[in-house]
């Protein structure tokens, strides 16, 4: 290959040798990633949506977008490559093909080096990036994924392009490296960006806690990284985060809850939708209304007056209302979004405070929570929100069941 790039080199100048070395490493990120991506966002879609990091699909604009990225990036990569190359004929850089050369064991650790000196580069060079200047500037343009598919793992602002792999062609100059290894070494880094980028999770439960493979960073892993821009800054190996402290505190247990949703039946794999459990909510409501009224609790004038329940019935539902408003309060809004305080105060004070006593103050509560929604609308971008929502309607649900059950 290297006398091709060089015969076309001559031939046509270092354009078209340019060209062809970009079209290469392209397509060589093109093509696991291609067949990554239509496996699990075209044929296997609804099969395997259980696996799926985020329970939603990215929208086209953003695919469209990663892609140009991608062939910005294989330019500029096809640049450097092509760069080592001819600063090889000249005389520089150790890229060497005989292993008896160092022999097997230096062969090894040239690899395992290279690997372990790209992830600390990145690493740090990762977290360079998100200073609030430079991520504005460059490297927003990652992180504008913030539902990643495979496409995402190309997708840089090309100046960080340059920067987060530039290390690579500097090491082959001053290190030797044979041509095997330094082709596995790409290969490596290249499947596992694409692995870490596709948005679903295929490592199994209790992974992130293993003594051995707690050390190795999981899709998941990274996924929160792109969701959420804050934390979880490595690239290869969970080692600098878990030093530096900048794992993301909810990592282990968020990996569970994602890996905990492929065991459950087909039924369970895709969310319910909102209107699917009103409707059973309502259900719920007119049974128990029927059976009170069968069980002699509230006469058909009272449901007509609005009086649901005997006085201890309705201690009941408040108890159960005043439960519902706790979670609220304590579980749900700290976790899904730690910015709005002062939402979490409104429902302490007009939910907690004074003391649901009917139902309808029950009716209260849902304006509340519809007064929350646009609140939280205003403030939350549309993944915070949808996040959000998500967790109010498990919330809801639960705190639905808890009620009648
Ligand atoms: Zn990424
Ligand atoms: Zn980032």
Redesign the pocket.
Same mark, same amino acid.
């Given at each position: 290959m290297h006398s091709i790039i060089e015969n076309i080199g001559l031939q046509f100048g270092p354009g078209a040798a340019w060209l062809l070395t970009s079209t290469m490493i392209f397509l060589r990120f093109a093509i696991p990633t291609s067949l990554a991506f239509l496996l699990v966002y075209k044929w296997k879609r609804k099969e395997w949506f259980a696996w799926k990091i985020q329970q939603r699909f990215p929208k086209s604009a953003q695919i469209r977008q990663e892609i140009s990225y991608s062939l910005l990036t294989s330019l500029l990569f096809g640049g450097m490559a092509l760069g080592v190359f001819f600063l090889r004929k000249m005389g520089y850089g150790q890229l060497y093909f005989e292993v008896a050369e160092y022999g097997w064991v230096y062969w090894v650790f040239s690899l395992a080096f290279l690997i372990v000196a790209h992830d600390t580069y990145f690493y740090w060079m990762h977290r360079l990036m998100h200073h609030p200047k430079l991520y504005r500037r460059f490297h927003l343009v990652?992180h504008k994924s913030t539902n990643?598919t495979p496409y995402?793992?190309f997708s840089f602002h090309p100046l960080e392009s340059v920067l987060e792999f530039a290390i690579i062609p500097v090491l082959t100059l001053v290190l030797p490296v044979h041509a095997a290894a330094f082709f596995l070494f790409t290969l490596w880094s290249i499947l596992f960006n694409v692995l870490g +980028?596709t948005g679903y999770e295929i490592s199994p439960s209790g992974f992130t806690r293993h003594r051995l493979f707690k050390w190795l960073n999981t899709p998941t892993h +990274?996924n929160m +990284? +792109?969701h959420q821009a804050r934390f979880n800054y490595g690239l290869y190996f969970n080692f600098w985060d878990r030093v530096m402290g900048t794992n993301h505190p909810e990592y282990d247990q968020y990996f569970e809850e994602v890996v905990e949703r492929t065991g459950k039946t087909p039924q369970s794999k895709s969310p319910v939708p909102l209107r699917q459990q009103i409707t059973k909510a309502a259900a719920m409501v007119a049974f128990l209304l029927c059976s009170s009224v069968a069980s002699g609790q509230m006469s058909l004038d009272d449901i007509k007056e609005g009086n649901y329940g005997t006085p201890e019935y309705r201690t009941q539902q408040v108890d159960s209302l005043m439960r519902l408003g706790l979670a609220l309060r304590q579980d749900q809004l700290p976790k899904v979004h730690d910015i709005n305080l002062r939402s979490a105060k409104r429902v302490e004070e007009e939910v907690i405070t004074p003391k649901l006593s009917d139902w309808s103050k029950y009716r209260r509560l849902s304006k509340i929570q519809n007064d929350k929604d646009k609140e939280m609308k205003a403030v939350l971008n549309a993944t915070q929100f949808e996040k959000y929502a998500v967790k109010r309607d498990e919330l809801f649900w639960k705190g639905i069941q808890d009620f009648f059950f």
């Open positions: 990652h990643p995402t793992s +980028h +990274h +990284h +792109h």
